[in-house]
C-alpha cells in the first residue's frame, strides 16, 4: 500500500515541475502584468510571491525585470526553485530571493509593490483565522494603494460541476510518473478532500508509490471581499482565470483577483 506522504514533501516535490509542465506561467506572468500597468504600478516593481512553491512564478517574473522574493514553508519545493535561478535567469536581470517561511506570519522586512499568491495557495488555508492571517501579512508587506494578486477556487463553479476522479500519466526521459485524483467534498466547510496516488517507475525496474492527501478550500465572492475588507485590502476586480475576458460565473472553476491596500489594519 502506497504510505502517505507530508503535503509537497520531497518526493512530491521532485515530481511537481513535470506533472505542470503543460501548465502556462508565461502566460500568468502576461495576466500579472496586465493587472499591474492597468492599475497603476510602474514596471519593473518589487513582488512578493507568497507559497511560491518551485519557483515558476517568480522565476517568470524575475526574468522580465521584476525584483521578486518567494516564500514557501516547504524545504523541498524551495529546493527545487533555487536550482533553477543560474539557468533561468539571465546575468543582466536581479536574481530572485527564496526564503523558508509560514504564509501566516513570516516577516520579510520590507514593503512591495504588489503581493502574489497563484495557484490557489489561499486555498490550502482551511480555517478563518489562518486566511485572516495570511491576508494581514499581504497587507504588512504591501505599500499603500498597493496590489494583491490571487486566484482561488470558485465555489458557485465547484457546486455546478463537481469535482470527478482523474489519471495523468507523464514521462520524462526514462522516468513514468502516474498520478490518480480521487476527491470527496465537504460541502459545510467549503473543503475539498483532494488524495493524489502517485507512481514512478524508472527504466531500471524500480517504483516509488505515496499519497498526498491536500485539503483544498473555495470560496465565495462575498466571504472573499469581507476578509479582504477585515484586512485593509478592497477588491476591485474577480474575474474568469486564466481568461480574464470571462466573467467569475459558474462556469469558472478558478477566479482571479485583484485587492488594492487601503488602510493599514492597525491605523484605523
Known sequence: MPCVTEVFGPSYADAYDLLYREKDYEGEADLIERFLARNGIANPCRLLDLGCGTGNHTLALARRGHSVVGVDRSPSMLGRARSKVATTIPAERPRPVFRQGDIRDVEIGSRFDAVIMMFAVLCYLEDDRDVLA?????????????????DVWNGPAVLADRP???????????????RKTRTA?????????????LRRAEAGGSTEEWTEEHVVRFYFPQELELMLHQCGLSLIQLRSFPNEELPPDESAWNVIGIARATTHPLEG
Open 134 to 150: 495570511t491576508l494581514g501579512t499581504v497587507r504588512r508587506h504591501l505599500e499603500s494603494g498597493g496590489l494583491f494578486i490571487f
Open 164 to 178: 470527478k476522479s482523474r489519471e495523468v500519466s507523464l514521462t520524462d526521459g526514462t522516468t513514468l510518473i502516474v
Open 185 to 197: 467534498l465537504d460541502l459545510a466547510r467549503h473543503l475539498c478532500h483532494v488524495y493524489f496516488d
